[in-house]
């Protein structure tokens, strides 16, 4: 492909709105361009990347015996309404009418389609199990559009659904995806974990995120330095540390401190001239049951949604003030388990047990009680691990120290059970003529996030470096004066013998200085560079550079395709 005709319109300036490097480099170096919020055209050099997550994908799903369609993005109100997500679903889920009057939506995802269309066709256990997958565009309202591919609106997604016969088949079908889907991000050049998303009843087994390290990540995973457990840490299991549940040491005397105007973990520590983790954070928290207060350590956070699974309740949220005062006795910020004004339920994290002399509120307007003991002056009706993971934290399954790192979600896979295949009538027969609920599975890819992932783990100050895998072009061939024939013919035997070499080619032949010719090499990320100037070619040679490194090497002419070949077939796996 020539440089001139590929349509790739760089920026010199960084764009204002990108907030991450992928969308900055992605605007740049000319691979999408803004239509509207979260809607963006995929430019030729864009698209081409996609193509190449898109078949890595393929090629990974289809080796497992996933089976791929294209299911419509309109669709029925209908099907949405016989899962009940019609109403569900909020305004993530933009929905039209057509000319008359008849609802529709555009997919967000596809579980509704596709039970329908293996409700109405598939009818014996014999037919079982069935993977389908579908590449194609998915529309959400999100409400913060960002990130460029990362959060659009308009994006496109792998999704794929399993049916199976009974739970044990579901399993294996789940397992085969988790397998296949290590694969496609290894295959990607990705540095990724997969996760656990979820440790809630059906079990963590069977739901996880697959997350691509990095800085500008959206999730915080805790993850295990010595197994292979990981898990967002709003939900990472958090190992006991010992078994004491109460401190035995040196039994201090309960003083109540004047602290006035200190509300604050930062303000009272500062105060009183103690450690954040002597301190106990006491938090009013509404449930449908009533209010109850947590107890956390003060260099903890609350995981809300550890206490509600701990508490097995639909919510829980912070009280309001009203009720904070209420139960306290004490405007907000002087809570504290001893002395409430009104007795409520107390639960305690983990890191309470065992804990020494503590600070807590002393549910009085600028006051607060030191030298508080657990067991001695207060008990817990119980306590849970209710804390968001921290770097250091012991690890639940082994004896390892976990530590934690920024992450970006590029797939989710997850056993659903016969949500769909229940609400929605979807069954077989079995073996003994019965009828059964299909048990079924779904798995999503973000494709264009997948892409913008790949940027955000492999880029430098000067632009992308892409991954041999998923690089838009894996050779550039760049004439230092493309008008000198001498350049142009070598530039283009060396154009011929890639293609010929199967190796995806872009040639720079435009009528430019170097200096531009080579900032744009840069920004675009292409792995291979093969320079070629009148100097190197009157002995012969060409320079031979990869993007990460910073020199280049001289190679002979007649040597330089072969050699790239050989290095670019060595990095596709
Ligand atoms: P998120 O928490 O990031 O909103 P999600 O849980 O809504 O993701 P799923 O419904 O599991 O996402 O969708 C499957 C995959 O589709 C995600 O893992 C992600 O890679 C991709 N995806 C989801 N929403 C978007 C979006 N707005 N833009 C681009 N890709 C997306
Ligand atoms: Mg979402």
């Given at each position: 492909m020539r440089y001139s005709k590929a349509l790739i319109p760089t920026l010199k300036e960084d764009p204002a709105e990108a907030e991450v490097i992928s969308h900055r480099l992605m605007l740049r170096a000319g691979m999408i361009r803004?239509?509207?919020?979260?809607?963006?055209?995929?430019?030729?050099?864009?698209?081409?990347?996609?193509?190449?997550?898109?078949?890595?994908?393929?090629?990974?799903?289809?080796?497992?015996?996933?089976?791929?369609?294209?299911?419509?993005?309109?669709?029925?109100?209908?099907?949405?309404?016989?899962?009940?997500?019609?109403?569900?679903?909020?305004?993530?889920l933009l929905r039209v009418r057509d000319r008359h009057g008849r609802e529709f939506c555009l997919g967000p995802t596809a579980e509704e389609l596709i039970t329908e269309l293996i409700r109405g066709t598939v009818r014996s256990y014999r037919q079982l199990p069935l993977n389908l997958y579908q590449i194609q565009t998915k529309f959400r309202d999100e409400i913060r559009p960002r990130f460029g591919l990362m959060r659009g609106r308009e994006f496109s997604m792998k999704d794929a659904y399993s049916f199976d016969a009974d739970e044990h088949g579901a399993e294996q079908s789940y397992l085969r995806m988790h397998q296949a889907y290590n694969r496609i991000f290894e295959r990607c050049g990705l540095k990724f974990r997969a996760v656990e998303a979820d440790t809630g009843t059906i079990g963590g087994r069977f739901s996880h995120e697959f997350m691509v390290l990095a800085r500008t990540g959206e999730d915080d995973i805790a993850s295990c330095g010595s197994?292979?457990?990981?898990?967002?840490?709003?939900?990472?299991?958090?190992?006991?540390?010992?078994?004491?549940?109460?401190?035995?040491?040196?039994?201090?005397?309960?003083?109540?401190?004047?602290?006035?105007?200190?509300?604050?973990?930062?303000?009272?520590?500062?105060?009183?001239?103690?450690?954040?983790?002597?301190?106990?954070?006491?938090l009013i928290m509404q449930t449908p049951d009533g209010p109850l207060v947590a107890l956390v350590r003060g260099d903890h956070d609350l995981a809300a949604a550890k206490l509600k699974l701990a508490l097995d309740c639909e919510w829980v949220e912070l009280a309001d003030n009203a009720t904070i005062e209420q139960v306290s006795g004490a405007p907000v910020g002087f809570a504290g388990p001893l002395n409430m004004a009104t007795k409520v339920r107390i639960v305690a994290d983990n890191a309470l047990?065992?804990?020494?002399?503590?600070?807590?509120?002393?549910?009085?307007?600028?006051?607060?009680?030191?030298?508080?003991?657990?067991?001695?002056?207060?008990?817990?009706?119980?306590?849970?691990?209710?804390?968001?993971?921290?770097?250091?934290?012991?690890?639940?399954?082994?004896?390892?120290?976990?530590?934690?790192?920024?992450?970006?979600?590029?797939?989710?896979?997850?056993?659903?059970?016969?949500?769909?295949?229940?609400?929605?009538?979807?069954?077989?027969?079995?073996?003994?003529?019965?009828?059964?609920?299909?048990?079924?599975?779904?798995?999503?890819?973000?494709?264009?996030?997948?892409?913008?992932?790949?940027?955000?783990?492999?880029?430098?100050?000067?632009?992308?470096?892409?991954?041999?895998?998923?690089?838009?072009?894996?050779?550039?061939?760049?004439?230092?004066?493309?008008?000198?024939?001498?350049?142009?013919?070598?530039?283009?035997?060396?154009?011929?013998?890639?293609?010929?070499?199967?190796?995806?080619?872009?040639?720079?032949?435009?009528?430019?200085?170097?200096?531009?010719?080579?900032?744009?090499?840069?920004?675009?990320?292409?792995?291979?560079?093969?320079?070629?100037?009148?100097?190197?070619?009157?002995?012969g040679v060409v320079e031979l550079k990869r993007r990460h490194e910073k020199e280049f090497t001289e190679v002979p002419l007649d040597q330089a395709a072969q050699l790239v070949a050989q290095a670019v077939a060595e990095e596709k796996l």
């Open positions: 803004k239509v509207a919020a979260g809607i963006y055209d995929l430019l030729p050099l864009g698209l081409r990347v996609v193509r190449k997550v898109e078949k890595i994908i393929r090629e990974e799903l289809d080796a497992v015996g996933c089976i791929e369609l294209l299911m419509p993005i309109v669709q029925p109100a209908e099907l949405w309404q016989q899962s009940g997500r019609w109403e569900q679903y909020g305004p993530e197994c292979d457990y990981a898990a967002n840490t709003e939900k990472a299991e958090i190992g006991l540390e010992g078994d004491t549940v109460h401190y035995s040491g040196e039994q201090p005397q309960l003083k109540r401190v004047p602290t006035p105007g200190q509300r604050t973990i930062e303000e009272v520590t500062a105060f009183l001239e103690v450690e954040p983790r002597q301190l106990i954070k006491t047990r065992g804990m020494g002399p503590a600070v807590v509120g002393g549910n009085e307007q600028d006051m607060h009680v030191s030298g508080v003991l657990i067991g001695r002056d207060f008990e817990p009706d119980d306590f849970f691990d209710l804390r968001v993971a921290q770097a250091g934290d012991r690890c639940p399954r082994c004896e390892g120290t976990m530590s934690v790192m920024r992450g970006i979600e590029v797939g989710h896979i997850f056993k659903l059970g016969d949500k769909y295949s229940r609400s929605m009538n979807a069954a077989f027969l079995d073996a003994e003529g019965a009828e059964q609920h299909f048990v079924m599975g779904c798995y999503g890819i973000g494709v264009g996030r997948t892409a913008a992932a790949a940027i955000e783990q492999n880029h430098d100050d000067n632009g992308i470096i892409w991954p041999v895998p998923l690089a838009p072009y894996e050779a550039l061939v760049l004439a230092i004066k493309a008008k000198d024939p001498a350049i142009a013919e070598a530039c283009e035997r060396l154009e011929r013998e890639l293609e010929q070499l199967g190796v995806d080619v872009l040639y720079d032949e435009r009528d430019e200085r170097p200096g531009v010719k080579f900032k744009d090499a840069d920004l675009l990320g292409i792995p291979f560079r093969i320079t070629v100037g009148s100097k190197g070619l009157a002995r």
